[in-house]
């Protein structure tokens, strides 16, 4: 969550009731971005993309609770979760899956406490909630969630991340899930604060093994009273404590057994050299080209992990030496949320990393030679630093063939707004816009009404939910219910998406890399699962190309057997099959 050097903090949540900014009697998606909205700053042109939030009109009006709302006793209460865009039912459109939260000092009636909810896109821009069918309802603090095909049955399970007791859900492929922790094996006897979440298969083995971040050791079996909660002070001012002061967790690698069980691995694999850290969000990526998946992980006051993927199922922290533990200062920071894209296209993957106010988020520059350099101010990702920063994700918000940087922002002590301090509680996104050059432009208040509108925000997923070749905007915010922030005008250049299928690698093809080539220019994406703070993304791979009206090439690179698949001229603007070893057996154009 949270603390730069020489700060308590914690993370916070606001009160309902910051409703749309507009309320559209004609569906967003039928009007063009000029009769929509009006620039959020007079003086400043509105950008020919638009992001419009049709959460209410898309059905998505369940409200996230988390932590009390105008003040914050201790930590847990300022933490606030993921969300995530998945094809849980294998129809082409993206679903929703939402966290919820609790109330340190309530007691709800029987039925009536929060739960998580999944809502099933109906394809005309709206969504049905079908928690109850699913059997994915859970009450109490959901943090993180990541998806992926663990047992290789075609359908994607998830895997949900407590302050209490993490759970596999396992997809039956009728619409419904079924809670198989214990029979795979990875239920715990005491509860833990897991965080982020990462399927990801490291041995490849064509199995999806589980990376599970830990947080900070806060027993939810004997949570401490908040009539004696003790208090910090940030800024002078008395506020909630933590991380600093307690004690941090270990994270934990399963391996998939692959006969639907898992063992923990995490000592023999190295993931516990590394100590006690307060481990917020893992991504896992290809990050020195050998065809090997490694594993960073966001960590908050401490240093920030890179393990590298020894090939013989260990793994080696080599943040430090690399250059992404710290910031370039050589400051341990805050490390909450994770973006990776190779952002300049010379073929490595970079990272953005957010963190907390009076600090800047991080863009690691990847040097293809085991190291990264911080370019944050260099690149012009560093002129913001009065946000508490939680999601983020490289898109390709306007199709140009360069991935866009989104962050998502949310302070954490709603007493803020009571104090002088430049800050407050409820804060807008951040978009900047990729130069093409290495630089990045803050574009933010151009970009409408869903990035300018202020909430104190968490988790973020990013994904085409409606199949027009924009890729829109999930936002969980604290307190209230979520945005849905809508692309419109993205789609006036040309793009292309790929939907992977594994066949000797594991189903959800996690790991498989792709290159889009139109030219000189080439492009890369790697499939992820987790990522954003404690999320997870459209599993599909989306490349804007600009004006080309043809891809010249795609390759695909299978992560078990590191064979390659190449399709050559191939038209735009469609979403594409691809079954490894069959070739293309799809081909839709946008709805």
């Known amino acids: 969550m949270i603390i730069p050097r020489r700060r308590f903090l914690g993370s916070s949540s606001f009160l309902l009731g910051a409703s749309l900014l507009e309320r559209l009697t004609t569906p967003v998606w039928k009007l063009g971005a000029a009769a929509q909205v009006k620039p959020a700053v007079a003086s400043t042109p509105a950008s020919p993309v638009q992001f419009i939030d049709v959460a209410e009109h898309a059905g998505l009006t369940v409200p996230n609770v988390w932590g009390g709302v105008e003040h914050k006793r201790i930590i847990i209460e300022t933490k606030g979760s993921g969300i995530a865009f998945f094809d849980y039912d294998n129809d082409g459109w993206l679903d929703i899956y939402l966290t919820n939260g609790s109330r340190l000092d309530a007691h709800w009636a029987p039925g009536a406490a929060p739960t998580t909810h999944l809502f099933k896109n109906n394809r005309d821009?709206?969504?049905?909630?079908?928690?109850?069918?699913?059997?994915?309802?859970?009450?109490?603090?959901?943090?993180?969630?990541?998806?992926?095909?663990?047992?290789?049955?075609?359908?994607?399970?998830?895997?949900?991340?407590?302050?209490?007791?993490?759970?596999?859900?396992?997809?039956?492929?009728?619409?419904?899930?079924?809670?198989?922790?214990?029979?795979?094996?990875?239920?715990?006897?005491?509860?833990?604060?897991?965080?982020?979440?990462?399927?990801?298969?490291?041995?490849?083995?064509?199995?999806?093994?589980?990376?599970?971040?830990?947080?900070?050791?806060?027993?939810?079996?004997?949570?401490?009273?908040?009539?004696?909660?003790?208090?910090?002070?940030?800024?002078?001012?008395?506020?909630?404590?933590?991380?600093?002061?307690?004690?941090?967790?270990?994270?934990?690698?399963?391996?998939?057994?692959?006969?639907g069980t898992f063992t923990d691995v995490s000592e023999k694999a190295g993931i516990l050299k590394p100590g006690p850290r307060y481990s917020i969000t893992s991504v896992c990526c290809d990050f020195d080209n050998d065809g090997w998946p490694d594993i960073y992980v966001a960590v908050d006051s401490m240093p920030s992990i890179l393990y590298q993927n020894n090939h013989d199922g260990t793994f080696t922290d080599i943040a430090v030496i690399a250059g992404c533990a710290y910031n370039a200062d050589g400051h341990e920071q805050a490390g909450m949320g994770l973006a990776v894209a190779d952002y300049d296209c010379d073929g490595w993957f970079d990272i953005f990393k957010?963190?907390?106010?009076?600090?800047?988020?991080?863009?690691?520059?990847?040097?293809?030679?085991?190291?990264?350099?911080?370019?944050?101010?260099?690149?012009?990702?560093?002129?913001?630093?009065?946000?508490?920063?939680?999601?983020?994700?490289?898109?390709?918000?306007?199709?140009?063939?360069?991935?866009?940087?989104?962050?998502?922002?949310?302070?954490?002590?709603?007493?803020?707004?009571?104090?002088?301090?430049?800050?407050?509680?409820?804060?807008?996104?951040?978009?900047?816009?990729?130069?093409?050059?290495?630089?990045?432009?803050?574009?933010?208040?151009?970009?409408?009404?869903?990035?300018?509108?202020?909430?104190?925000?968490?988790?973020?997923?990013?994904?085409?939910?409606?199949?027009?070749?924009a890729v829109d905007m999930l936002i969980l915010n604290m307190n209230e219910p979520p945005s849905l922030l809508h692309n419109v005008g993205g789609n006036k250049q040309n793009w292309i998406k790929l939907k992977l299928i594994g066949t000797k690698c594991n189903r959800t093809a996690i790991g498989a890399r792709a290159r889009v080539f139109t030219g000189k220019h080439i492009q890369i994406a790697e499939v992820q699962s987790g990522a954003s703070v404690m999320s997870q993304n459209d599993l599909r791979l989306h490349f804007g190309i600009g004006s080309s009206t043809v891809v010249d090439a795609i390759e695909v690179k299978w992560p078990t057997t590191q064979k390659v698949e190449r399709f050559e001229k191939v038209k735009p603007n469609q979403i594409l099959t691809i079954r490894e070893g069959e070739g293309i057996i799809a081909a839709h154009p946008p709805a």
């Open 354 to 469: 957010t963190n907390f106010a009076d600090d800047t988020s991080n863009l690691y520059h990847n040097n293809g030679d085991g190291t990264f350099s911080d370019l944050s101010f260099n690149s012009g990702v560093g002129i913001n630093s009065t946000y508490v920063a939680w999601g983020c994700g490289f898109i390709d918000y306007d199709n140009d063939g360069w991935t866009d940087i989104v962050q998502i922002n949310g302070h954490v002590y709603p007493e803020i707004d009571k104090y002088n301090f430049g800050e407050t509680f409820k804060n807008p996104r951040l978009v900047y816009k990729n130069l093409g050059n290495g630089n990045f432009k803050d574009v933010s208040a151009s970009m409408g009404p869903g990035v300018t509108a202020r909430f104190s925000s968490r988790g973020a997923a990013f994904g085409d939910y409606d199949n027009d070749g």
């Open 125 to 259: 821009g709206t969504f049905t909630d079908v928690t109850e069918k699913s059997g994915l309802g859970r009450s109490g603090w959901q943090t993180g969630v990541c998806v992926g095909d663990y047992d290789n049955d075609g359908w994607d399970d998830l895997f949900c991340t407590f302050w209490g007791h993490n759970i596999l859900f396992h997809n039956n492929g009728n619409g419904t899930f079924t809670d198989v922790t214990k029979k795979a094996g990875l239920t715990q006897s005491k509860g833990r604060w897991g965080t982020g979440c990462s399927f990801v298969d490291y041995d490849r083995d064509g199995h999806l093994d589980l990376f599970v971040c830990n947080f900070v050791r806060l027993d939810p079996d004997n949570p401490p009273s908040i009539d004696n909660a003790s208090f910090c002070q940030w800024k002078g001012v008395p506020t909630m404590c933590g991380p600093r002061g307690l004690p941090g967790d270990t994270n934990i690698l399963y391996r998939n057994n692959g006969d």
